[in-house]
Each structure stands twice: as structure tokens, then as C-alpha cells.
């Protein structure tokens, strides 16, 4: 099973927070950018997600219709 990003949201928060406690707003940015992209990953697998059961919807009323 894919992780949907999670992993993505995680290490960027860990570098979010380590970044405001030192200080460097370049670890932060990094950290906001990683969970920006854990994000992305996510909503990308629920549309494909989506997708796969409309698909799978369509299948089976083609079925029903034969």
C-alpha cells in the first residue's frame, strides 16, 4: 500500500520544527515544501482513487445493461 504522502507530511514537519527551534528558516522552508508535497501525493491518490471506483461503476452498469 502506498503511503499517500504521509511520509512526505512527516519529515517536513519534523524539519518545520527543528527549523523554528534553531532558528534556520532554510530547514523550515524545506520542511513546509516536504509537506506541501505529502499533500499533493495525497490528493493525487484520492483522485486516483476516485477514479478507479467511476471506472469500476461504469464497468458494471455496461455489465448490467448486456
Known amino acids: ?3 499517500k504522502g504521509f511520509t ?3 519529515k517536513g514537519k519534523v524539519k518545520e520544527v527543528s527549523g523554528e527551534i534553531t ?6 522552508a524545506s520542511g513546509l515544501v ?5 499533500k499533493a501525493k ?4 484520492n ?4 477514479a478507479e471506483e ?3 461503476k461504469a464497468k458494471d452498469k455496461i455489465d448490467e445493461a448486456k
Open 23 to 28: 532558528g534556520d528558516n532554510a530547514e523550515k
Open 47 to 50: 483522485a486516483k482513487d476516485i
Open 42 to 45: 495525497e490528493v493525487a491518490s
Open 8 to 10: 512526505d507530511k512527516v
Open 54 to 56: 467511476v471506472v469500476e
Open 34 to 38: 516536504d509537506q506541501a508535497i505529502g
Open 1 to 3: 500500500m502506498a503511503d
